[in-house]
């Protein structure tokens, strides 16, 4: 058996004959010029004939799709850049719920929160709703699900993004997420190798490192990428992480070279990720245009190493044709080999046929299974389980419109990885709905919280890129240095809502009513309101540690 055939056979990939020859013979027919193209997977924004023409241009492997509001423009657009492509696409997404997923589609709840739930069938219902939304829409590789282990609180990168702190739960339901994408035709892909959360810095911004010892790292995430690979996901996602302790097992002396980011580390991708723990699936870097890939090196010297060091998919960038010759140019000078391109390649090509993209890739999608009413209530069924009453030492709940009718509001307004700073949030129009009188705090205003039966810091802050920190920002939400030092919580009953980030206990551990509700979407708010009524129970059960490791934050 040759090396193709052994590649191509074996899991995650799983082809058959027919599977196989079609990765032979559409290898055999690209010239050097094509293959280089198809080790990229481009950023598409936007709609139209323009997008389309750009990206067939560029003949890439792929493309991340980014959805607007506009479905019909989205989804015509994606049908015609498959029909215009020579080798069928792989169009890849962050299906991480909440926000993250396209508007057109049914609202579910993000990873934190189905972490909250902590019902292994929850997970596995949304993500076959989200695999299911994704090919009709045309999606068919997800870069989820998220395994890093939320060690740290003060990672801005983690938080809503990951599965909570505890390995045993992250595992079970990642890999509900990774049967519910792949029998559902998306192939999943864990990330973020070889594991986040213990740097509270965020890749995006710098290179950051897992400093576990080589056994702590093989009792956590070592065992995280085992049982993923083991349960056949098809891709791992290598980032700009460090893992200096595999690196100095090898070489006491490595100096500086222990802190390689593992996009660009032979020993990380080549000899850990392939070697030990024997995983043939395809490996993609995270985003090259991240920091924490280019402040380690030139990107003349450092694109290269991608695909050298064991990359079989370049992800993303700002300059697509200079990358292109950036990579021929390393073909010329022998810094990448023929046979090492080749051989990303025919990985690439058999994650395409493993999903039948061989049979079908350039078909338009079927849009029939989008946003179906039983999919919406599968899902806010589920999403109302997540809320989780972190304490309420005061017993300030349930609330109610005779004892808290005048109700003071400070916000951030919703703020996600996407979508900027302060979109509307519907929380307050939902209590007002319930006949409580309500003022939202605005920039500059001096209120006098006892003047108010009730005061809410409502945060909608989900995990955020390229910011270092997510806090409670007390001199923004209040309007200035006066307003942040007063606490008034022990004459007017005051509560926290967080809709995301979930450790706002460590900025106010005195806070006497704390729920932590981890994803911003509109049935997350309405199952709150539900749950601060009375209506319903709060069913959550915390993945992280909310106190922060505050003793008195819990009082």
Known sequence: MNQIDRILSAPPFNLDATGRDWVRSTLAEMDQRAKVRQLFVHICFGTGPEVVDHITALAPAGITKFFGTDAQAELDTLDALRAAAAIPYLVSADLEGSRMSPSFGTEVPNPLALAAVDDVQA???????????????????????????????????????????????????????????????????????????????????????????????????????????????????????????????????????????????????????????????????DATPMAGFGAWAHRDEMLPQVVSSGCDVILFSDEPEADIARIEAALDDGRLTADRLDEALVRVLGLKASIGLHRNGNAPADRSRLARPEDTIAARAITARAPTLVKDVQGILPLSPDRHRRVLVYTTGIVTPLHGDGMPIAFPDMLRAEGFEVTVAAPGDKLDQRQFDLVLYVMAEETLLTRGRIFLDWNRLTGGMHGAMQRHWHEVPTALISFGYPYYLYDAPRMPCVVNAYATMDSMQKAVVECLLGRAPFRGTSPVDAFCGLPDARY
């Open 123 to 285: 997970s596995s219902t949304i993500a076959r709703i989200m695999a299911t939304e994704a090919r009709a829409a045309g999606v068919n590789w997800s870069f989820t699900p998220v395994i890093d282990i939320n060690a740290l609180f003060r990672s801005p990168i983690v938080a809503t993004r990951g599965l909570g702190s505890d390995p045993d739960r992250i595992r079970a339901h990642a890999l509900a997420h990774i049967t519910g994408l792949q029998a559902n035709g998306v192939a999943a892909t864990v990330k973020h190798w070889p594991g986040e959360g213990h740097d509270d810095r965020d890749q995006h911004l710098v290179t950051t490192i897992n400093p576990l010892s080589l056994d702590a790292w093989g009792a956590t995430h070592g065992a995280l990428y085992r049982a993923a690979i083991d349960a056949g996901v098809m891709a791992v996602m290598s980032a700009h992480i460090a893992l200096p302790a595999y690196v100095l097992a090898h070489d006491p002396n490595a100096g500086v070279e222990a802190y390689r980011p593992a996009s660009v580390s032979p020993l990380l991708n080549q000899t850990l990720l392939r070697g030990e723990l024997g995983f043939n699936g395809v490996i993609v870097s």
